[in-house]
């Protein structure tokens, strides 16, 4: 158990739809990251968040969105649903944002099915 | 960019067979190399790491050596079990700024007794 837990673990919708998925970090870490990991595309960084600001982007697309709340926790927001982004989520934290307290610890991931 | 390019799979190997996935990366300046484990249902777990170049990574009888001559970080175990059966991802962070992971497709191995 990484500390890490993400809600919910599994997800099944419709296409056009909006859901948000739901991560707490270690306690005490401040950075969260979001990766989406897809048979196609591999595992692939999204958003990472640090203390509460926006610190680095990836492939998100401009229908996901994320943040990070006062008490750490953070939701990622996909909306107008496709096929395509059904995959599996995952989150991580790590202590810092940089260098060496840069260490990230993955949750379980939430497994999103679009039908 | 960054880029990391690991062994398609999947890898089959009988128990106590030697294992190596191969790993190369592609990336500015010297960044940290590691190996992540995921096992069926779970999440990503680190299983090494090295941050500069010679350095080798270790951790329940897995093995990588970075090196920096051949942008490489090949993974190694001289008698895999079982239980070893799972994705092995190798991934790259630069080491300035609010960097983040880079990482390979994944490779499967499966493991039979």
């Known amino acids: 158990d990484s500390g890490v837990t993400q809600t919910p673990k599994h997800l099944i919708t419709a296409t056009g739809q909006r859901v948000t998925l739901r991560c707490s970090p270690r306690s005490g870490d401040l950075s969260v990251y979001w990766y989406q990991q897809s048979l196609d595309q591999g595992l692939q960084f999204l958003i990472q968040?640090?203390?509460?600001?926006?610190?680095a982007k990836g492939n998100i697309l401009e229908r996901f969105s994320a943040q990070q709340f006062p008490d750490l926790h953070s939701e990622l927001n996909l909306s107008s649903l496709e096929l395509g982004d059904s995959a599996l989520y995952f989150c991580?934290?790590?202590?810092?944002?940089?260098?060496?307290?840069?260490?990230?610890?993955f949750g379980p991931g939430t497994r999103l099915t679009v039908l | 960019g960054n880029s990391v390019t690991q062994m398609e799979g999947p890898v089959t190997l009988s128990e106590e067979a030697f294992l190596t996935i191969n790993c190369t990366y592609t990336?500015?300046?010297?960044?940290?190399l590691f190996w992540y484990v995921q096992y069926p249902g779970e999440g990503l777990q680190l299983l090494l790491k090295?941050?500069?170049?010679?350095d080798k990574g270790s951790n329940k009888g897995f093995e990588a050596t970075y090196r920096k001559e051949t942008t490489s970080f090949h993974l190694e175990k001289g008698s895999v079990q079982v239980s070893d059966s799972a994705v092995y991802f190798c991934a790259l962070r630069a080491n300035s700024g609010y960097s983040t992971l880079t990482f390979g497709k994944g490779t499967m191995l499966l493991v039979s007794p």
């Open positions: 968040y640090y203390n509460g600001e926006e610190r």
């Open positions: 990336a500015t300046g010297y960044p940290s």
């Open positions: 090295a941050t500069k170049a010679d």
């Open positions: 991580a934290s790590s202590v810092g944002g940089r260098g060496t307290l840069n260490e990230q610890f």
